[in-house]
């Protein structure tokens, strides 16, 4: 578990660091962030045989994201990346809801095999809700602050908010067959 999550977070480290490292510069950050992405989708490879289908998602958005925002010399289009993810990702489990496949249960069914239906189901939704209040909240702080700022929300807003939005479902998890040596739900990487 220690591993594969340092293969997710592990280009955000990168992206994190080398912009603060390169005194602030969104597009040599933007360079490396794509490069530690693939690399740890090849290290994922290596190790597991295989790269997760959100993995490969998250590293499409930011291959062509941010190439474009390095082509185009913008640096909004890396910016407006996890609104698109987020509606996305938000998107796809409401019409999993709506169509009676909770989307979550598909990904992650196998890490949490005794969760009931109804359990699924209140994951997916409020994972759904939390997501698209993630995206409008992307959109708030990338277009009214400045990219530094943007950069420390991501870190210090983001990061933290999402674990403790996971945690914090574990009481009614438990309720729905979350056996106690199952580890806590974490969501989709972006």
Request: charged letters at 10%; proline letters at 6%; a positive charge.
């Amino acid at each position: 578990m220690g591993m594969r999550l340092g293969l997710d977070l592990g280009p955000l480290v990168v992206y994190f660091a080398s912009f603060a490292l390169t005194r602030h510069d969104i597009f040599v950050a933007t360079g490396l962030f794509i490069a530690a992405t693939f690399v740890a989708m090849a290290i994922s490879w290596v190790l597991y045989r295989q790269v997760s289908a959100i993995q490969i998602f998250s590293g499409i958005m930011v291959l062509v994201l941010g190439g474009l925002t390095i082509w185009l010399h913008q640096d909004w289009i890396i910016k407006v990346k996890p609104t698109i993810y987020y509606v996305t990702v938000s998107a796809l489990l409401g019409y999993g809801l709506a169509t009676g496949r909770p989307m979550l249960k598909m990904v992650l069914g196998q890490a949490y095999p005794g969760l009931s239906d109804a359990g699924w189901g209140i994951l997916t939704r409020n994972w759904a809700l939390f997501f698209a209040a993630m995206a409008i909240a992307n959109e708030v702080v990338w277009r009214h602050f400045s990219t530094a700022a943007w950069l420390g929300y991501k870190l210090w807003g983001v990061m933290p908010l999402t674990v403790l939005f996971a945690l914090a479902h574990l009481p009614v998890l438990i309720r729905h067959g979350l056996t106690a040596d199952t580890p806590p739900p974490l969501p989709p990487e972006e």
